[in-house]
């Protein structure tokens, strides 16, 4: 464990110098191991945003979230936790680090690193061959490679999206595709299942989390690619690499650091837009809502319940607004407006 804590507490006082030195937020982000055989906790590189100085560690089970937490009291503004089913001790792993930062009074914050990582992704392809491919991404013949549950969140994202994937018949013999805690079926136009002899030109390889080891490699070793992308790390074979690469496709590995920033810039949007602008009140005896709460027929809703400073409408009871207001409801808005 001592070279954890080192590695660690280098994290931290980087973490503590970026803070001081930008006044931005600081962000803990606890990961989770996606192999069950990993349990040593791992500390990637600090990355500084445009609003917030971001940490990561890694881990595999609970034993080393007392030291993490402690070390980052008085340094770390909000823990977010990564709260996807990827172990038999996920639940475990999400409950302890809740506990423990909250005892310490941090804000806590959770977020799915699969779906984060996957619409990163995405975007970097689509970013990549907008830019670089002369056509547009639906005409894109793409062949997914990977059965896991990673591969399966891509898959549906695309799916989702209208743009149509391939996969090996042979890695799929049928549309049961795997989740955490099962398999799903899915059956989709956009899913097109084809031999590995038949992927002779295609415009992109995507592999997801299938580690250099696969057997399909081989078998897809004379197929001619112009984008290959790594959705994870090392998912693809040095001699795969260079073959591909003499055959003229480009080679990247997804990176997620815009959608990281992204997700955090989101979750502090929430919990300031929750914590200060959601809510139900009155003034004058006239109830008033903002921040997405469900009013009642005939409140008032603002910018701001708790420092109103501009009316948006008269709540209709389902989330709209009134367009045929009463007399009551006229009234009501005429006091308000005066009050604020």
């Not at 709260?83 to 001790?89: G, P």
């Amino acid at each position: 464990m001592t070279d954890f804590k080192d590695s660690f507490k280098q994290m931290i006082h980087e973490m503590d110098r970026l803070v001081t030195l930008t006044n931005k937020r600081s962000v803990l982000i606890l990961l989770q191991h996606t192999h069950a055989e990993d349990t040593f906790p791992r500390v990637p590189s600090v990355r500084e945003s445009i609003t917030n100085i971001i940490g990561f560690v890694a881990l595999g089970d609970e034993q080393y979230l007392p030291y993490i937490i402690e070390e980052s009291v008085g340094i770390v503004d909000t823990v977010m936790i990564d709260m996807d089913n990827k172990r038999s001790n996920s639940r475990q792993l999400c409950l302890k680090a809740q506990q423990l930062a909250q005892s310490k009074g941090m804000t806590v914050a959770y977020y799915s690193d699969y779906a984060t990582w996957i619409s990163s992704a995405i975007a970097f392809m689509m970013e990549i061959e907008r830019k670089d491919l002369d056509k547009n991404v639906f005409e894109c013949t793409r062949l997914l490679i990977g059965r896991n549950p990673l591969a399966t969140q891509m898959v549906l994202e695309l799916i989702n999206k209208g743009i149509d994937v391939s996969l090996l018949r042979e890695e799929y013999p049928s549309p049961q595709f795997p989740i955490t805690c099962g398999t799903i079926t899915i059956d989709s136009e956009h899913i097109h299942f084809v031999d590995s002899t038949s992927c002779v030109d295609l415009d992109v390889l995507i592999g997801c989390e299938i580690q250099h080891t696969s057997p399909w490699l081989h078998q897809l070793s004379a197929s001619r690619f112009k984008f290959i992308y790594d959705i994870g790390t090392q998912n693809f074979s040095q001699p795969f690499i260079d073959t591909q690469r003499d055959n003229g496709a480009s080679i990247y590995r997804s990176d997620d650091r815009a959608g990281i920033s992204g997700i955090v810039v989101n979750l502090m949007e929430t919990a300031q837009l929750i914590s200060s602008r959601l809510g139900r009140t009155s003034i004058g005896g006239i109830p008033i809502v903002s921040g997405g709460y469900v009013g009642l027929p005939g409140d008032i809703v603002v910018d701001n319940y708790l420092d109103a400073h501009s009316i948006l409408g008269v709540a209709n009871g389902d989330g709209s607004f009134k367009k045929d207001l009463t007399t009551a409801d006229t009234i009501n808005l005429q006091r308000i407006n005066k009050i604020i």
